[in-house]
Nanobody
Framework: QVPLVESGGGLVQAGDSLRLSCTVS????????MGWFRQAPGKEREFVAS????????YYADSVKGRFTISRDNAKNTVYLQMSSLKPEDTAIYYC????????????????WGQGTHVTVSS
């Protein structure tokens, strides 16, 4: 019943890599801008990355640019977040999100949220 389901989170050490996946159902995937947000303990939810309908355009928060890569496979209804050179400050619950059509997820709320997957980075 949940349209967005994240997976791939876990416990890693600083410098390691991790790939998150978000599988979308019950939605026409190709009509949604997809993105990732995160919420660290004691902090507000923040934008991480987004990708346009066909994957031609991506946006990243300054804190992750150069380390994280967002991608999507419209044939599999899946969006990914490849995280490299992880830091302890990346520790958070990571949420997948979908915004209808060309929603700018840097500035507007998504139309759908996943339930989140935990990422913990130890030093």
């Amino acid at each position: 019943q949940v349209p967005l389901v994240e997976s791939g989170g876990g416990l890693v050490q600083a410098g390691d890599s991790l790939r998150l996946s978000c599988t979308v159902s019950q939605l026409t995937f190709s009509t949604y801008t997809m993105g990732w947000f995160r919420q660290a303990p004691g902090k507000e939810r923040e934008f991480v990355a987004s990708i346009s309908l066909r994957g031609a355009t991506t946006y990243y928060a300054d804190s992750v640019k150069g380390r994280f890569t967002i991608s999507r496979d419209n044939a599999k209804n899946t969006v990914y977040l490849q995280m490299s050179s992880l830091k302890p400050e990346d520790t958070a619950i990571y949420y997948c999100a979908a915004g209808l059509w060309a929603t700018n997820l840097e500035r507007r709320d998504p139309h759908y949220w996943g339930q989140g997957t935990h990422v913990t980075v130890s030093s």
